[in-house]
Protein backbone atom coordinates (compact mmCIF):
# COMPACT_ATOMS: atom_id res chain seq x y z
CA UNK A 1 0.00 0.00 0.00
CA UNK A 2 1.50 3.42 -0.99
CA UNK A 3 2.35 5.78 2.05
CA UNK A 4 -0.06 9.00 2.68
CA UNK A 5 1.45 12.02 3.35
CA UNK A 6 -0.81 11.98 6.34
CA UNK A 7 0.61 9.06 7.23
CA UNK A 8 2.81 10.04 10.72
CA UNK A 9 5.35 7.75 9.12
CA UNK A 10 5.96 9.93 6.74
CA UNK A 11 6.16 13.20 8.68
CA UNK A 12 8.39 10.77 11.35
CA UNK A 13 11.30 10.79 8.87
CA UNK A 14 13.91 12.74 9.85
CA UNK A 15 15.04 16.07 8.02
CA UNK A 16 11.75 15.94 6.16
CA UNK A 17 11.29 20.08 5.48
CA UNK A 18 7.42 21.08 4.79
CA UNK A 19 8.78 23.88 2.83
CA UNK A 20 10.69 21.80 0.43
CA UNK A 21 7.18 20.07 -0.42
CA UNK A 22 7.29 22.81 -3.38
CA UNK A 23 9.37 21.22 -6.84
CA UNK A 24 10.01 24.82 -7.80
CA UNK A 25 11.30 25.83 -3.84
CA UNK A 26 12.99 22.17 -4.11
CA UNK A 27 14.64 23.09 -7.58
CA UNK A 28 16.07 26.63 -6.60
CA UNK A 29 17.85 24.93 -3.46
CA UNK A 30 18.98 21.79 -5.80
CA UNK A 31 20.31 23.98 -8.27
CA UNK A 32 21.83 26.30 -5.99
CA UNK A 33 23.26 24.00 -3.93
CA UNK A 34 25.42 22.72 -7.65
CA UNK A 35 26.14 26.37 -8.54
CA UNK A 36 27.61 29.25 -6.38
CA UNK A 37 25.47 31.95 -7.40
CA UNK A 38 22.49 31.99 -9.64
CA UNK A 39 20.54 35.13 -10.58
CA UNK A 40 17.09 36.05 -10.27
CA UNK A 41 17.11 36.01 -14.37
CA UNK A 42 18.72 32.91 -15.14
CA UNK A 43 16.78 30.79 -12.04
CA UNK A 44 13.19 32.35 -13.45
CA UNK A 45 14.59 30.90 -16.98
CA UNK A 46 16.00 27.22 -16.11
CA UNK A 47 12.53 26.94 -13.52
CA UNK A 48 10.10 28.68 -16.64
CA UNK A 49 8.67 30.48 -13.62
CA UNK A 50 6.59 33.95 -13.82
CA UNK A 51 8.06 37.09 -11.75
CA UNK A 52 5.88 37.15 -9.29
CA UNK A 53 5.59 33.38 -8.45
CA UNK A 54 9.86 33.14 -8.49
CA UNK A 55 10.10 36.09 -6.30
CA UNK A 56 7.40 34.63 -3.68
CA UNK A 57 8.81 31.14 -3.50
CA UNK A 58 12.77 32.83 -3.21
CA UNK A 59 11.19 35.11 -0.48
CA UNK A 60 9.61 32.08 1.33
CA UNK A 61 13.40 29.94 1.55
CA UNK A 62 15.08 33.43 2.66
CA UNK A 63 13.07 33.85 5.15
CA UNK A 64 13.30 30.14 6.43
CA UNK A 65 16.97 30.78 6.07
CA UNK A 66 17.59 28.55 3.22
CA UNK A 67 19.02 30.78 0.66
CA UNK A 68 20.95 34.16 0.56
CA UNK A 69 19.94 37.27 -1.36
CA UNK A 70 22.82 39.83 -2.37
CA UNK A 71 21.73 42.74 -4.83
CA UNK A 72 24.85 43.77 -7.68
CA UNK A 73 24.62 46.09 -10.36
CA UNK A 74 25.37 45.90 -13.92
CA UNK A 75 25.16 48.81 -16.18
CA UNK A 76 23.69 50.43 -13.13
CA UNK A 77 20.86 47.68 -13.61
CA UNK A 78 20.39 45.79 -10.11
CA UNK A 79 20.92 42.19 -10.59
CA UNK A 80 19.58 39.89 -7.74
CA UNK A 81 21.70 36.73 -7.19
CA UNK A 82 21.04 34.33 -4.97
CA UNK A 83 23.17 31.48 -2.86
CA UNK A 84 22.43 28.82 -0.31
CA UNK A 85 23.08 29.37 3.18
CA UNK A 86 25.29 26.75 4.90
CA UNK A 87 22.30 25.99 6.89
CA UNK A 88 19.96 25.64 3.71
CA UNK A 89 22.47 23.38 2.46
CA UNK A 90 22.58 20.89 5.27
CA UNK A 91 18.84 21.11 5.66
CA UNK A 92 18.60 20.10 2.03
CA UNK A 93 20.82 17.31 2.27
CA UNK A 94 18.89 16.12 4.78
CA UNK A 95 15.55 16.32 2.76
CA UNK A 96 16.88 14.64 -0.02
CA UNK A 97 18.21 11.95 2.00
CA UNK A 98 14.63 11.59 3.75
CA UNK A 99 12.87 11.30 0.17
CA UNK A 100 15.43 8.82 -0.51
CA UNK A 101 14.53 6.75 2.15
CA UNK A 102 10.69 7.60 1.21
CA UNK A 103 11.69 6.05 -2.58
CA UNK A 104 13.31 3.26 -1.27
CA UNK A 105 10.94 2.40 1.40
CA UNK A 106 8.44 2.27 -0.93
CA UNK A 107 10.00 -0.11 -3.59
CA UNK A 108 10.72 -2.63 -1.09
CA UNK A 109 9.97 -6.01 -1.38
CA UNK A 110 7.71 -5.59 2.09
CA UNK A 111 6.00 -2.40 0.97
CA UNK A 112 5.87 -1.02 4.15
CA UNK A 113 6.32 2.94 3.26
CA UNK A 114 8.66 3.41 5.63
CA UNK A 115 12.45 3.22 6.20
CA UNK B 1 -2.17 10.67 -7.64
CA UNK B 2 -0.20 8.94 -4.74
CA UNK B 3 2.49 11.17 -3.06
CA UNK B 4 5.50 8.56 -4.24
CA UNK B 5 4.53 9.38 -7.36
CA UNK B 6 4.19 13.25 -6.61
CA UNK B 7 7.59 13.28 -5.26
CA UNK B 8 8.98 10.87 -8.44
CA UNK B 9 7.45 13.66 -10.52
CA UNK B 10 9.22 16.21 -8.61
CA UNK B 11 12.39 15.01 -8.82
CA UNK B 12 11.99 14.97 -12.50
CA UNK B 13 11.07 17.89 -12.62
CA UNK B 14 14.22 18.96 -10.44
CA UNK B 15 16.07 16.54 -13.11
CA UNK B 16 14.97 18.75 -15.75
CA UNK B 17 16.30 22.21 -14.39
CA UNK B 18 19.56 21.05 -13.22
CA UNK B 19 20.11 19.47 -16.87
CA UNK B 20 19.12 22.95 -18.05
CA UNK B 21 21.70 24.71 -16.21
CA UNK B 22 24.74 22.23 -16.75
CA UNK B 23 27.37 24.39 -17.87
CA UNK B 24 29.60 22.83 -20.39
CA UNK B 25 32.60 24.99 -19.13
CA UNK B 26 34.41 28.55 -19.63
CA UNK B 27 33.39 31.16 -22.13
CA UNK B 28 34.58 30.21 -25.92
CA UNK B 29 36.89 33.31 -25.59
CA UNK B 30 39.07 32.15 -22.90
CA UNK B 31 39.81 29.48 -25.61
CA UNK B 32 40.14 32.10 -28.51
CA UNK B 33 42.53 34.23 -26.22
CA UNK B 34 45.04 31.00 -25.69
CA UNK B 35 44.91 30.33 -29.22
CA UNK B 36 46.07 33.89 -30.44
CA UNK B 37 48.86 33.85 -27.80
CA UNK B 38 50.28 30.32 -28.77
CA UNK B 39 49.70 31.40 -32.72
CA UNK B 40 52.37 34.01 -31.43
CA UNK B 41 54.18 32.17 -28.76
CA UNK B 42 55.18 28.91 -30.08
CA UNK B 43 56.95 30.13 -33.50
CA UNK B 44 58.85 32.44 -32.02
CA UNK B 45 61.23 29.89 -30.76
CA UNK B 46 62.14 29.38 -34.37
CA UNK B 47 62.05 33.11 -35.00
CA UNK B 48 63.31 35.03 -32.09
CA UNK B 49 64.26 32.04 -29.86
CA UNK B 50 65.54 34.91 -27.12
CA UNK B 51 61.95 36.57 -26.46
CA UNK B 52 60.54 33.39 -25.75
CA UNK B 53 61.15 33.04 -22.02
CA UNK B 54 60.21 36.77 -21.57
CA UNK B 55 57.00 36.27 -23.66
CA UNK B 56 55.41 33.73 -21.44
CA UNK B 57 56.86 35.07 -18.91
CA UNK B 58 54.40 37.80 -18.97
CA UNK B 59 51.47 36.31 -21.11
CA UNK B 60 51.51 33.42 -18.32
CA UNK B 61 50.57 35.07 -15.49
CA UNK B 62 48.72 38.26 -17.26
CA UNK B 63 46.58 35.43 -19.40
CA UNK B 64 45.78 33.82 -15.91
CA UNK B 65 44.40 36.80 -15.26
CA UNK B 66 42.79 37.92 -18.58
CA UNK B 67 41.31 34.16 -17.98
CA UNK B 68 40.29 34.50 -15.09
CA UNK B 69 38.26 38.15 -16.00
CA UNK B 70 36.52 36.64 -18.85
CA UNK B 71 35.36 33.87 -16.75
CA UNK B 72 33.99 36.16 -14.50
CA UNK B 73 32.47 38.89 -16.82
CA UNK B 74 30.39 35.08 -18.50
CA UNK B 75 29.04 34.44 -15.22
CA UNK B 76 27.63 37.64 -14.62
CA UNK B 77 26.22 38.01 -17.96
CA UNK B 78 24.70 34.28 -17.60
CA UNK B 79 23.44 34.74 -14.43
CA UNK B 80 24.92 31.65 -12.78
CA UNK B 81 28.32 31.98 -11.31
CA UNK B 82 30.31 28.97 -9.83
CA UNK B 83 33.38 30.14 -7.45
CA UNK B 84 34.31 26.96 -6.71
CA UNK B 85 34.59 26.02 -9.83
CA UNK B 86 36.44 29.33 -10.46
CA UNK B 87 39.17 28.21 -7.29
CA UNK B 88 39.40 25.00 -8.44
CA UNK B 89 40.81 26.62 -12.38
CA UNK B 90 42.71 28.69 -10.50
CA UNK B 91 44.58 26.20 -8.37
CA UNK B 92 45.36 23.90 -11.35
CA UNK B 93 46.39 26.80 -13.64
CA UNK B 94 48.44 28.63 -10.78
CA UNK B 95 49.93 25.10 -10.00
CA UNK B 96 51.27 24.04 -13.45
CA UNK B 97 52.82 27.97 -13.76
CA UNK B 98 54.52 26.99 -10.77
CA UNK B 99 56.17 23.82 -12.24
CA UNK B 100 56.63 25.40 -15.52
CA UNK B 101 59.14 28.25 -13.40
CA UNK B 102 60.21 25.46 -11.58
CA UNK B 103 61.37 23.74 -14.83
CA UNK B 104 62.96 26.47 -16.14
CA UNK B 105 65.10 27.09 -12.88
CA UNK B 106 66.84 23.27 -14.44
CA UNK B 107 67.56 25.34 -17.70
CA UNK B 108 68.89 28.52 -15.51
CA UNK B 109 70.92 25.81 -13.77
CA UNK B 110 72.41 24.29 -16.85
CA UNK B 111 71.32 20.78 -16.05
CA UNK B 112 69.13 20.20 -18.91
CA UNK B 113 69.76 22.20 -22.61
CA UNK B 114 66.52 24.56 -23.20
CA UNK B 115 65.13 22.77 -25.92
CA UNK B 116 64.77 20.10 -23.32
CA UNK B 117 63.27 22.64 -20.89
CA UNK B 118 60.75 23.56 -23.97
CA UNK B 119 59.60 20.06 -24.55
CA UNK B 120 58.96 19.23 -21.36
CA UNK B 121 57.41 22.31 -20.63
CA UNK B 122 54.83 20.91 -23.65
CA UNK B 123 54.31 17.60 -22.14
CA UNK B 124 53.62 19.51 -18.75
CA UNK B 125 50.81 21.52 -20.68
CA UNK B 126 49.46 18.47 -21.85
CA UNK B 127 49.29 16.86 -18.63
CA UNK B 128 47.62 19.87 -17.51
CA UNK B 129 44.78 20.16 -20.24
CA UNK B 130 44.28 16.27 -20.32
CA UNK B 131 43.63 16.21 -16.16
CA UNK B 132 41.62 19.91 -16.49
CA UNK B 133 39.57 17.55 -19.70
CA UNK B 134 38.92 15.19 -16.84
CA UNK B 135 38.02 16.96 -13.63
CA UNK B 136 37.21 20.40 -14.93
CA UNK B 137 36.05 20.72 -18.37
CA UNK B 138 35.98 18.22 -20.73
CA UNK B 139 36.55 20.10 -23.96
CA UNK B 140 40.15 21.19 -22.58
CA UNK B 141 40.87 17.07 -23.84
CA UNK B 142 41.08 18.75 -27.65
CA UNK B 143 43.79 21.04 -25.65
CA UNK B 144 45.73 18.14 -24.20
CA UNK B 145 45.84 16.03 -27.86
CA UNK B 146 46.99 19.03 -29.36
CA UNK B 147 49.60 19.66 -27.15
CA UNK B 148 50.83 16.10 -27.27
CA UNK B 149 50.65 16.09 -30.76
CA UNK B 150 52.80 19.45 -30.93
CA UNK B 151 55.41 17.50 -28.53
CA UNK B 152 55.74 15.21 -31.39
CA UNK B 153 55.85 17.77 -33.84
CA UNK B 154 58.86 19.96 -32.44
CA UNK B 155 60.48 16.75 -31.80
CA UNK B 156 60.10 15.39 -34.87
CA UNK B 157 60.65 18.25 -37.99
CA UNK B 158 63.95 19.45 -38.23
CA UNK B 159 62.93 23.15 -38.86
CA UNK B 160 59.92 25.60 -38.02
CA UNK B 161 59.10 22.54 -35.36
CA UNK B 162 57.66 25.07 -32.79
CA UNK B 163 55.70 27.00 -35.39
CA UNK B 164 53.58 23.99 -37.18
CA UNK B 165 53.13 22.96 -33.19
CA UNK B 166 51.95 26.44 -32.27
CA UNK B 167 49.66 26.17 -35.26
CA UNK B 168 48.57 22.39 -34.30
CA UNK B 169 47.38 23.62 -30.73
CA UNK B 170 46.16 27.57 -31.76
CA UNK B 171 43.34 24.93 -33.99
CA UNK B 172 43.22 22.20 -31.18
CA UNK B 173 41.92 25.42 -28.66
CA UNK B 174 39.75 26.82 -31.65
CA UNK B 175 37.85 23.43 -31.70
CA UNK B 176 37.62 22.99 -27.97
CA UNK B 177 35.96 26.55 -27.62
CA UNK B 178 33.67 25.68 -30.74
CA UNK B 179 32.88 21.81 -29.38
CA UNK B 180 30.22 21.58 -27.03
CA UNK B 181 28.32 24.97 -27.17
CA UNK B 182 30.66 26.88 -24.48
CA UNK B 183 28.67 30.11 -25.29
CA UNK B 184 25.38 29.63 -23.39
CA UNK B 185 22.99 32.52 -24.54
CA UNK B 186 23.17 35.44 -21.75
CA UNK B 187 20.15 36.06 -19.65
CA UNK B 188 18.64 39.48 -19.87
CA UNK B 189 19.34 41.43 -16.73
Known amino acids: MSPSRSDPAWRALDGLEKLLDHRVRLAI ?19 DETDGSLGAHLRKLEDAGFIRAEKTYRDRRPITWYSMAPAGRKRLRSHLGALERVIRGVGAPDGDGGR | MNDTRRIEEDLEYVR ?14 IY ?20 VGWYWAVLGPVGGLISARLGWKHARATGQADRDLGHRHMLHWTGLMVVIFASVVMGIAGRVSWDAVDLMIVLLLTLSYFLAGVHLDRRMMWGAGAMLAAYFLALALPAWGWT ?15 SGGGARVAVPQ
Open chain 1, 29 to 47: CVLLSRNGSISFQRLKQLL
Open chain 2, 16 to 29: GAVARSERPGGPRS
Open chain 2, 32 to 51: WFWAVVVLVGFPLADLAPDL
Open chain 2, 164 to 178: VSGVVVATGLVIAGT
